[in-house]
Antibody
Framework: QVQLVQSGAEVKKPGASVKVSCKASGYTFTAYYMHWVRQAPGQGLEWMGWINPNSGGTNYAQRFQGRVTMTRDRSITTAHMELSRLRSDDTAVYYC?????????????WGQGTLVTVSS | EIVMTQSPATLSVSPGERATLSCRASQSVSSNLAWYQQKPGQAPRLLIYGASTRATDIPARFSGSGSGTEFTLSISSLQSEDFAVYYCQQYNNWPPYTFGQGTKLEIK
């Protein structure tokens, strides 16, 4: 079965960077887009971007352009999301979510989430 | 950016009754719309994609309808495990893929 296992919670200071990992198993990693979605405490869902694990191509929401980098390591079927220049309002649970074989798709399977806390 | 608006913000329904949740897009998204369920402390779960297709293992009491700008998620005969927050998401015009603000379905 499809499993997405994310790295553990992080506490960062403002201005620092954080890198969240998402280990995929149970399917062909390179065949499906991987999305990243975040959720601030008590708030709704916000899409950050996707990566095509096959080509490495990415597409980011404009509001994160210049601060977010999504990468993948095909050898260990893991996707990464790095967010830089952290601010207090970046405190959120970050999810990876597998899409379909094409970009215009929903998020089919989700990781368990990684809490990132930004605090001085 | 397409804005997704869900209504109502909170819906109170008794177990066994039917719930109807709405989602409106600021411009047409064709049928490229999904619905998710999220329970406290859990990741979202895909319920419906393509506006009306149930995802794998989703019970038949969940149904989606609509196209263009108006969409509905219906849950017939509510079970205790159905009380949660529901989000719609469009994936027609991106970036960004946008979510509605959510509807909290609570027990009446």
């Amino acid at each position: 079965q499809v499993q997405l296992v994310q790295s553990g919670a992080e506490v960062k200071k403002p201005g620092a960077s954080v890198k969240v990992s998402c280990k995929a198993s149970g399917y062909t990693f390179t065949a499906y887009y991987m999305h990243w979605v975040r959720q601030a405490p008590g708030q709704g869902l916000e899409w950050m971007g996707w990566i095509n694990p096959n080509s490495g191509g990415t597409n980011y929401a404009q509001r994160f352009q210049g601060r977010v980098t999504m990468t993948r390591d095909r050898s260990i079927t893991t996707a990464h999301m790095e967010l830089s220049r952290l601010r207090s309002d970046d405190t959120a649970v970050y999810y990876c979510a597998r899409g379909w074989e094409y970009a215009s798709s929903s998020c089919v399977s989700w990781g368990q989430g990684t809490l990132v806390t930004v605090s001085s | 950016e397409i804005v997704m608006t869900q209504s109502p913000a909170t819906l109170s329904v008794s177990p066994g009754e039917r719930a109807t949740l709405s989602c409106r897009a600021s411009q047409s998204v064709s049928s490229n719309l999904a619905w998710y369920q999220q329970k406290p402390g859990q990741a979202p779960r895909l319920l419906i994609y393509g506006a009306s297709t149930r995802a794998t293992d989703i019970p038949a009491r969940f149904s989606g309808s609509g196209s263009g700008t108006e969409f509905t998620l219906s849950i017939s005969s509510l079970q205790s495990e159905d009380f949660a927050v529901y989000y719609c998401q469009q994936y027609n015009n991106w970036p960004p893929y946008t979510f509605g603000q959510g509807t909290k379905l609570e027990i009446k």
